[in-house]
C-alpha cells in the first residue's frame, strides 16, 4: 500500500510515493471455480518506518480487498478432479554460533521439500528472520500446531528431534535458550488429476523424501564483479533472487530432514504433523531410509534418521569421509561439499523441523461401510441363511406334553388358592368358583389357545393331516381318534408330572456344545484327529447356524493343512455373520495362503471395518500386508492399533496365538520375530517363551524346542506352563520317565494362568472359553495318567484319571479311572466308570472292549454278547487294538460273550 502525494517543485506538480505497508491476499479462493471475493486483512508497516514508530503505533489498520476476474479459472469438472496441498514448517533450536550468525542483517533462509512435481520452497526473507524464544510474539509467524482436525485420517508423528535426550524439560530449555526459523506463509501448491496420480504413484516407492535447509545471505544486484558472481552462481543454486533488487548467495549449511509421506497414503487421510531431526545432508541417508521401510511392524517408520548421519569430523572440524586420497585440507572443498560440513552444527544444537503437510481431500478416499460389504459380497457372495424349522414328530409330542404340564401346574395352583379362600365349601363349589375364575378372567381361552397350537403340530407331524377332511364319517373316526390319542397322552403327562411317590429318575448328562469342543481337543491332543473331526462335525450339526462351531472347525481344518475345507468353513461363518472378525480374520489367512492379495486385502478391510475399535484385528492386517510387502497399509495399520491405546505386549502375544491356532509357521514366526522388538512386562516374558516354545513343539521343531527349554528353565523355574511344556517334549522324544517327572512337577507348583485360557479369551466365544478352561492342565493330567498305565501303577493312575474327571470330565478321563480300577481288580468300580465314558462317547470301542471283559469275569453272557457287537463295530476307534486279543483269550477261557464263535 502506497500513499500517493502531489508535491509542487519549481511551480511543478509532481508525483511522490510512499510504501505504508503490506498485506497478504491468498488468490486460492480463484482456484476453487470462484470468479470473484472479498477479504478483509491487516496491514503491515513498513520497516522502513522504524522500530520506533511502529511500537508507538495503537492503531490497527485494515484493508477491504475485492477480486474480481472476467471468467473462473478452472471449470467445474477441474475443480472437482483437483487437489491442494499445504506445507508450513517451522525449525527450533537453531546453532548460536558466530558463523551460523541467524540474527545477522541480510541473512535468510530456505526450507525445500522434495515433491514428485517439483520443490516446494519456504524463504525466510529479512522480515522473516530467526528470531529468539519459542514464546516470541511473531507479527509475520505461522502456528504450527500437532493437533489433526477432526474430519482428517492424519497420524501424528512420533517426535525424534531430541537425538537422545527425551526429557521434554531438557528439550523445552534447549529450545528456549537458542533461536527459531518461521516461514510467514504456508506454501500451497495446486494439484491437477495428472499430478494427483503422480504423486499416488511416487509415494509407495518413495516413501521418504528430504526437507533440503540451507542459510544464504543477499546481495544487491549488480554491485561489484563478486556480486555478480554471486548472482550468477545463486541463480542455480538458490533458484531465483529476492525482491528489492537482491540477490541470494550459494547455500550454506545445508542440512535435511527425512520426511515419511506414506501417512498421505492411508484412507481418508489429509494431514500427517510430526517433528523430524535436522542432520547434515547425505545422499546415502535418504536411500538408506527408504531402505528401512521394508523393516517389519515392530520399525517405526516415524523413526526416519538413520544411525551414523553426521559427517565424521576431525579435530579442526574437518569433514574426515571428504578428503580425496592426496588428503587435501578441508578448504579445498566445494561449496556443496563446505556448506554439508557446516551443517554439523545441527546435530550439535539438536535442531529439529516441525512440519504439517495437509491436503484439501484425501488421496485415497476412505471407503463407506456399503462399499466395504459391497467388496465382501463379491470375494463371498451372500445367500438365504433362514434355516427352515422342521418340527419331527417326536419333537411334537415332547411340546405337547410340556404344555399339558405347565396348563395342569398353573390349574393346580389356581385350585389351591380356591380351596384357600373357601376352605369349608365342598368339592363341587370349589370346581363351580374354579370354573367361574377361569372363564371371567380369560385363563380358560388363554389355556385353549395354548394347547390349540400344540395339537395342530401333533396333527401335522404325528397324524401327517394338513388338508381339511370333507366326508363327515371321516372327520368323526379321525377327531375320535384323535381324542383318544391325546386323552392317553395326556394321562402319561399327568401322571408323570405329580407321581409323588416314583422313585427318583437319574439326571440326564447333558453334553453341550463346549463338551463337544474340549471331547475334540482332547482326541486331536492325542492325535486321535479322526474323532476330533467327528465331535466337531456332531457339534456342526446340532446347529447349522452357529457360527462358532464352523469357526472352529475351520481352524482344525487348517491345522490339518485341509486349507481347501477351512476355506469352505470360514465361509460359511462370513455368510453367517458378516460381521465376524476373527472368521474375516482366518478368511484373509487362506487367501495369504493362497497367494490371492487381493482377496486377502478385501477381507482385512472389511474386518477392520467391523471392528474398528479391536487392536488384535488391526496388528494381524499389519502383519500380513508386511508379508506381501505393502509397508503403507502395514504402517496405517501400526498406528491405527497404537491409537487404540492398548498393550502392544498383550496385542502381540494375541496375534501370536491367534496364528499358532491356524498352525502357519510362517505367521507365527513373524509374529514373534515383531514381539521381539518390543519390551515385555516380566510375565509377558513367560507368555512369549511359551508360546515361541509351544510354537516349536506343535510344529516338529524338536532340537530347537531342546536347545530353548533349558534357558527358558532357568529362567522361569516356576512356570508350570513351561514345566508343562517340557513334559510334552519329553513324551514326543519318547523319554517316559523323564516327562513323567516333568508332569509331576508341573502339577505340584501353584497354578497359574494357563496360556490357552487367554487364548481363549481373545479368539473364542463362550463355549470356547468353557472348552479350552484349564486345558493345558488337563492334557498334562492325561498324560502322566497313562504314563502311569504303562508303568503299572494302577493306583497312581486312577488318582490322576479321577482328578481330571474332576475337573474336565470327558470319555478318555472316565477311560483312564476304568482301567486303572480293572487292572486293581476292583470290578464294580471300573463297569462304573466304563458306563460314565460310554455316556460322554457310545462310540468309545476300548469302554465297550473293558466292559466285555467285566461281563465275562462275572458271567453275564448276554450282556458280554452285547458289549462285544458294540466293540466290534466301533473297532476302528480302538487307541489298543491289543485289547481284542486280550477279550478273545477270555471268551474262550469263559466260553461265552462271542455271539460269532461259529461263524
Same mark, same amino acid.
Given at each position: 500500500?502506497?500513499?500517493?502525494?502531489?508535491?509542487?517543485?519549481?511551480?511543478?506538480?509532481?508525483?511522490?510515493?510512499?510504501?505504508?505497508? =503490506?498485506?497478504?491476499?491468498?488468490?486460492?479462493?480463484?482456484?476453487?471455480?470462484?470468479?470473484?471475493?472479498?477479504?478483509?486483512?491487516?496491514?503491515?508497516?513498513?520497516?522502513?518506518?522504524?522500530?520506533?514508530?511502529?511500537?508507538?503505533?495503537?492503531?490497527?489498520?485494515?484493508?477491504?480487498?475485492?477480486?474480481?476476474?472476467?471468467?473462473?479459472?478452472?471449470?467445474?469438472?477441474?475443480?472437482?478432479?483437483?487437489?491442494?496441498?499445504?506445507?508450513?514448517?517451522?525449525?527450533?533450536?537453531?546453532?548460536?554460533?558466530?558463523?551460523?550468525?541467524?540474527?545477522?542483517?541480510?541473512?535468510?533462509?530456505?526450507?525445500?521439500?522434495?515433491?514428485?512435481?517439483?520443490?516446494?520452497?519456504?524463504?525466510?526473507?529479512?522480515?522473516?528472520?530467526?528470531?529468539?524464544?519459542?514464546?516470541?510474539?511473531?507479527?509475520?509467524?505461522?502456528?504450527?500446531?500437532?493437533?489433526?482436525?477432526?474430519?482428517?485420517?492424519?497420524?501424528?508423528? =512420533?517426535?525424534?528431534?531430541?537425538?537422545?535426550?527425551?526429557?521434554?524439560?531438557?528439550?523445552?530449555?534447549?529450545?528456549?535458550?537458542?533461536?527459531?526459523?518461521?516461514?510467514?506463509?504456508?506454501?500451497?501448491?495446486?494439484?491437477?488429476?495428472?499430478?494427483?496420480?503422480? =504423486?499416488?504413484?511416487?509415494?509407495?516407492?518413495?516413501?521418504?523424501?528430504?526437507?533440503?535447509?540451507?542459510?544464504?545471505?543477499?546481495?544487491?544486484?549488480?554491485?561489484?564483479?563478486?556480486?555478480?558472481?554471486?548472482?550468477?552462481?545463486?541463480?542455480?543454486?538458490?533458484?531465483?533472487?529476492?525482491?528489492?533488487?537482491?540477490?541470494?548467495?550459494?547455500?550454506?549449511?545445508?542440512?535435511?530432514?527425512?520426511?515419511?509421506?506414506?501417512?498421505?497414503?492411508?484412507?481418508?487421510?489429509?494431514?500427517?504433523?510430526?517433528?523430524?531431526?535436522?542432520?547434515?545432508?547425505?545422499?546415502?541417508?535418504?536411500?538408506?531410509?527408504?531402505?528401512?521401510?521394508?523393516?517389519?511392524?515392530?520399525?517405526?517408520?516415524?523413526?526416519?534418521?538413520?544411525?551414523?548421519?553426521?559427517?565424521?569430523?576431525?579435530?579442526?572440524?574437518?569433514?574426515? @569421509?571428504?578428503?580425496?586420497?592426496?588428503?587435501?585440507?578441508?578448504?579445498?572443498?566445494?561449496?556443496?561439499?563446505?556448506?554439508?560440513?557446516?551443517?554439523?552444527?545441527?546435530?550439535?544444537?539438536?535442531?529439529?523441523?516441525?512440519?504439517?503437510?495437509?491436503?484439501?481431500?484425501?488421496?485415497?478416499?476412505?471407503?463407506?461401510?456399503?462399499?466395504?460389504?459391497?467388496?465382501?459380497?463379491?470375494?463371498?457372495?451372500?445367500?438365504?441363511?433362514?434355516?427352515?424349522?422342521? #418340527?419331527?414328530?417326536?419333537?411334537?409330542? #415332547?411340546?405337547?406334553?410340556?404344555?399339558?404340564?405347565?396348563?395342569?401346574?398353573?390349574?393346580?395352583?389356581?385350585?389351591?388358592?380356591?380351596?384357600?379362600?373357601?376352605?369349608?365349601? %365342598?368339592?363341587?363349589?370349589?370346581?363351580?368358583?374354579?370354573?367361574?375364575?377361569?372363564?371371567? @378372567?380369560?385363563?380358560?381361552?388363554?389355556?385353549?389357545?395354548?394347547?390349540?397350537?400344540?395339537?395342530?403340530? #401333533?396333527?401335522?407331524?404325528?397324524?401327517?393331516?394338513?388338508?381339511?377332511?370333507?366326508?363327515?364319517?371321516?372327520?368323526?373316526?379321525?377327531?375320535?381318534?384323535?381324542?383318544?390319542?391325546?386323552?392317553?397322552?395326556?394321562?402319561?403327562?399327568?401322571?408323570?408330572?405329580?407321581?409323588?411317590? &416314583?422313585?427318583?429318575?437319574?439326571?440326564?448328562?447333558?453334553?453341550?456344545?463346549?463338551?463337544?469342543?474340549?471331547?475334540?481337543?482332547?482326541?486331536?491332543?492325542?492325535?486321535?484327529?479322526?474323532?476330533?473331526?467327528?465331535?466337531?462335525?456332531?457339534?456342526?450339526?446340532?446347529?447349522?447356524?452357529?457360527?462358532?462351531?464352523?469357526?472352529?472347525?475351520?481352524?482344525?481344518?487348517?491345522?490339518?493343512?485341509?486349507?481347501?475345507?477351512?476355506?469352505?468353513?470360514?465361509?460359511?461363518?462370513?455368510?453367517?455373520?458378516?460381521?465376524?472378525?476373527?472368521?474375516?480374520?482366518?478368511?484373509?489367512?487362506?487367501?495369504?495362503?493362497?497367494?490371492?492379495?487381493?482377496?486377502?486385502?478385501?477381507?482385512?478391510?472389511?474386518?477392520?471395518?467391523?471392528?474398528?475399535? @479391536?487392536?488384535?484385528?488391526?496388528?494381524?492386517?499389519?502383519?500380513?500386508?508386511?508379508?506381501?510387502?505393502?509397508?503403507? %497399509?502395514?504402517?496405517?495399520?501400526?498406528?491405527?492399533?497404537?491409537?487404540?491405546?492398548?498393550?502392544?505386549?498383550?496385542?502381540?502375544?494375541?496375534?501370536?496365538?491367534?496364528?499358532?491356532?491356524?498352525?502357519?509357521?510362517?505367521?507365527?514366526?513373524?509374529?514373534?520375530?515383531?514381539?521381539?522388538?518390543?519390551?515385555?512386562?516380566?510375565?509377558?516374558?513367560?507368555?512369549?517363551?511359551?508360546?515361541?516354545?509351544?510354537?516349536?513343539? =506343535?510344529?516338529?521343531?524338536?532340537?530347537?524346542?531342546?536347545?530353548?527349554?533349558?534357558?527358558?528353565?532357568?529362567?522361569?523355574?516356576?512356570?508350570?506352563?513351561?514345566?508343562?511344556?517340557?513334559?510334552?517334549?519329553?513324551?514326543?522324544?519318547?523319554?517316559?520317565?523323564?516327562?513323567?517327572?516333568?508332569?509331576?512337577?508341573?502339577?505340584?507348583?501353584?497354578?497359574?494362568?494357563?496360556?490357552?485360557?487367554?487364548?481363549?479369551?481373545?479368539?473364542?466365544?463362550?463355549?470356547?472359553?468353557?472348552?479350552?478352561?484349564?486345558? %493345558?492342565?488337563?492334557?498334562?493330567?492325561?498324560?502322566?495318567?497313562?504314563?502311569?498305565?504303562?508303568?503299572?501303577?494302577?493306583?497312581?493312575?486312577?488318582?490322576?484319571?479321577?482328578?481330571?474327571?474332576?475337573?474336565?470330565?470327558?470319555?478318555?478321563?472316565?477311560?483312564?479311572?476304568?482301567?486303572?480300577?480293572?487292572?486293581?481288580?476292583?470290578?464294580?468300580?471300573?463297569?462304573?466308570?466304563?458306563?460314565?465314558?460310554?455316556?460322554?462317547?457310545?462310540?468309545?470301542?476300548?469302554?465297550?472292549?473293558?466292559?466285555?471283559?467285566?461281563?465275562?469275569?462275572?458271567?453275564?453272557?448276554?450282556?458280554?454278547?452285547?458289549?462285544?457287537?458294540?466293540?466290534?463295530?466301533?473297532?476302528?476307534?480302538?487307541?489298543?487294538?491289543?485289547?481284542?486279543?486280550?477279550?478273545?483269550?477270555?471268551?474262550?477261557?469263559?466260553?461265552?460273550?462271542?455271539?460269532?464263535?461259529? &461263524?
Amino acid at each position: 500500500l502506497r500513499e500517493v502525494l502531489m508535491v509542487e517543485k519549481k511551480k511543478k506538480l509532481e508525483t511522490q510515493h510512499q510504501d505504508l505497508g =503490506t498485506c497478504e491476499v491468498s488468490l486460492r479462493t480463484l482456484l476453487d471455480g470462484s470468479s470473484n471475493f472479498r477479504t478483509s486483512t491487516q496491514l503491515t508497516p513498513t520497516p522502513e518506518k522504524g522500530a520506533a514508530e511502529e511500537a508507538e503505533s495503537t492503531c490497527t489498520v485494515v484493508v477491504d480487498v475485492e477480486v474480481i476476474i472476467d471468467q473462473p479459472l478452472l471449470s467445474r469438472a477441474q475443480c472437482e478432479s483437483s487437489n491442494f496441498m499445504t506445507v508450513s514448517a517451522t525449525v527450533y533450536s537453531i546453532p548460536d554460533t558466530t558463523s551460523f550468525a541467524h540474527d545477522s542483517t541480510g541473512v535468510v533462509f530456505q526450507g525445500a521439500l522434495q515433491l514428485p512435481y517439483q520443490a516446494t520452497e519456504l524463504t525466510s526473507g529479512s522480515d522473516d528472520r530467526a528470531v529468539h524464544a519459542r514464546n516470541a510474539s511473531l507479527t509475520h509467524g505461522v502456528a504450527v500446531s500437532a493437533d489433526v482436525p477432526e474430519a482428517s485420517a492424519a497420524i501424528a508423528m =512420533t517426535e525424534q528431534c531430541t537425538q537422545g535426550s527425551e526429557d521434554p524439560t531438557i528439550r523445552q530449555s534447549q529450545d528456549e535458550a537458542r533461536g527459531r526459523i518461521e516461514w510467514r506463509m504456508p506454501h500451497t501448491v495446486y494439484l491437477d488429476a495428472e499430478t494427483i496420480e503422480r =504423486t499416488r504413484a511416487f509415494i509407495p516407492k518413495n516413501r521418504f523424501v528430504t526437507f533440503e535447509l540451507t542459510r544464504h545471505t543477499t546481495s544487491e544486484v549488480g554491485k561489484g564483479d563478486k556480486g555478480g558472481k554471486a548472482s550468477k552462481a545463486s541463480s542455480s543454486s538458490a533458484k531465483g533472487a529476492l525482491s528489492g533488487g537482491l540477490e541470494l548467495s550459494p547455500p550454506g549449511f545445508h542440512g535435511m530432514a527425512l520426511v515419511d509421506l506414506g501417512p498421505l497414503m492411508y484412507p481418508g487421510a489429509t494431514c500427517i504433523t510430526g517433528a523430524y531431526p535436522v542432520v547434515p545432508y547425505s545422499a546415502t541417508a535418504l536411500e538408506a531410509a527408504r531402505a528401512r521401510v521394508t523393516g517389519g511392524i515392530g520399525v517405526d517408520a516415524t523413526d526416519s534418521v538413520p544411525p551414523n548421519t553426521t559427517p565424521e569430523l576431525d579435530g579442526g572440524g574437518k569433514d574426515k @569421509s571428504r578428503k580425496d586420497k592426496g588428503g587435501k585440507a578441508a578448504k579445498d572443498m566445494s561449496p556443496e561439499d563446505a556448506a554439508v560440513a557446516e551443517a554439523a552444527e545441527y546435530t550439535s544444537a539438536h535442531t529439529y523441523v516441525v512440519l504439517q503437510i495437509s491436503m484439501q481431500t484425501p488421496l485415497v478416499a476412505k471407503r463407506p461401510q456399503a462399499e466395504v460389504a459391497e467388496r465382501l459380497s463379491s470375494v463371498i457372495p451372500p445367500r438365504d441363511i433362514q434355516v427352515q424349522r422342521r #418340527v419331527g414328530a417326536e419333537r411334537a409330542m #415332547v411340546d405337547f406334553k410340556e404344555q399339558i404340564k405347565t396348563v395342569a401346574r398353573q390349574l393346580a395352583d389356581e385350585h389351591r388358592r380356591q380351596v384357600g379362600n373357601g376352605s369349608q365349601c %365342598d368339592q363341587a363349589e370349589v370346581r363351580r368358583k374354579l370354573l367361574y375364575e377361569l372363564n371371567v @378372567s380369560g385363563k380358560y381361552f388363554a389355556y385353549k389357545e395354548l394347547l390349540k397350537r400344540a395339537v395342530v403340530r #401333533v396333527v401335522r407331524e404325528k397324524f401327517h393331516q394338513t388338508h381339511a377332511i370333507v366326508d363327515p364319517a371321516e372327520r368323526e373316526d379321525f377327531l375320535a381318534s384323535l381324542y383318544t390319542f391325546l386323552v392317553h397322552e395326556m394321562q402319561d403327562a399327568l401322571n408323570a408330572e405329580f407321581a409323588f411317590s &416314583a422313585a427318583p429318575q437319574p439326571a440326564e448328562v447333558d453334553i453341550t456344545d463346549s463338551d463337544l469342543l474340549r471331547f475334540a481337543m482332547e482326541a486331536e491332543s492325542r492325535d486321535d484327529f479322526g474323532q476330533a473331526a467327528k465331535y466337531l462335525q456332531d457339534c456342526i450339526e446340532r446347529s447349522k447356524a452357529n457360527v462358532e462351531t464352523w469357526y472352529q472347525y475351520g481352524c482344525f481344518c487348517m491345522r490339518r493343512h485341509d486349507v481347501s475345507k477351512a476355506a469352505e468353513c470360514f465361509r460359511e461363518c462370513v455368510t453367517l455373520q458378516p460381521t465376524h472378525t476373527n472368521a474375516l480374520l482366518m478368511a484373509a489367512c487362506v487367501e495369504w495362503h493362497h497367494k490371492d492379495v487381493h482377496k486377502m486385502q478385501i477381507l482385512l478391510e472389511s474386518a477392520t471395518t467391523a471392528s474398528t475399535g @479391536s487392536a488384535l484385528a488391526w496388528t494381524v492386517r499389519a502383519t500380513l500386508s508386511d508379508m506381501v510387502g505393502d509397508t503403507i %497399509d502395514r504402517d496405517m495399520c501400526v498406528a491405527s492399533a497404537k491409537a487404540l491405546d492398548a498393550d502392544a505386549c498383550a496385542v502381540g502375544i494375541a496375534v501370536v496365538q491367534f496364528f499358532t491356532l491356524i498352525n502357519q509357521p510362517a505367521l507365527v514366526e513373524k509374529a514373534l520375530a515383531d514381539m521381539a522388538l518390543l519390551a515385555p512386562t516380566e510375565p509377558q516374558k513367560e507368555t512369549i517363551a511359551t508360546l515361541r516354545l509351544r510354537h516349536l513343539i =506343535t510344529s516338529g521343531a524338536l532340537d530347537a524346542a531342546e536347545a530353548m527349554l533349558q534357558p527358558c528353565l532357568a529362567e522361569h523355574f516356576t512356570s508350570t506352563n513351561i514345566r508343562g511344556l517340557e513334559g510334552h517334549l519329553r513324551f514326543r522324544q519318547g523319554d517316559m520317565a523323564a516327562a513323567q517327572k516333568a508332569y509331576e512337577r508341573c502339577l505340584e507348583l501353584p497354578a497359574a494362568g494357563d496360556v490357552c485360557e487367554g487364548l481363549a479369551t481373545v479368539h473364542f466365544g463362550d463355549a470356547g472359553r468353557a472348552a479350552v478352561e484349564g486345558w %493345558d492342565e488337563h492334557v498334562v493330567r492325561m498324560r502322566l495318567g497313562s504314563i502311569y498305565l504303562h508303568n503299572k501303577e494302577y493306583s497312581e493312575a486312577k488318582r490322576v484319571f479321577l482328578s481330571a474327571c474332576t475337573k474336565t470330565p470327558t470319555s478318555a478321563s472316565w477311560e483312564g479311572v476304568g482301567v486303572a480300577c480293572y487292572r486293581m481288580d476292583d470290578l464294580g468300580e471300573a463297569e462304573m466308570a466304563f458306563a460314565e465314558s460310554n455316556i460322554y462317547n457310545s462310540h468309545n470301542a476300548m469302554a465297550w472292549a473293558y466292559l466285555v471283559l467285566i461281563c465275562v469275569k462275572t458271567g453275564r453272557a448276554v450282556e458280554a454278547e452285547q458289549a462285544y457287537k458294540y466293540c466290534l463295530n466301533n473297532e476302528h476307534t480302538l487307541s489298543d487294538p491289543a485289547i481284542l486279543g486280550e477279550v478273545r483269550a477270555a471268551q474262550d477261557a469263559a466260553g461265552i460273550g462271542n455271539a460269532f464263535v461259529d &461263524a
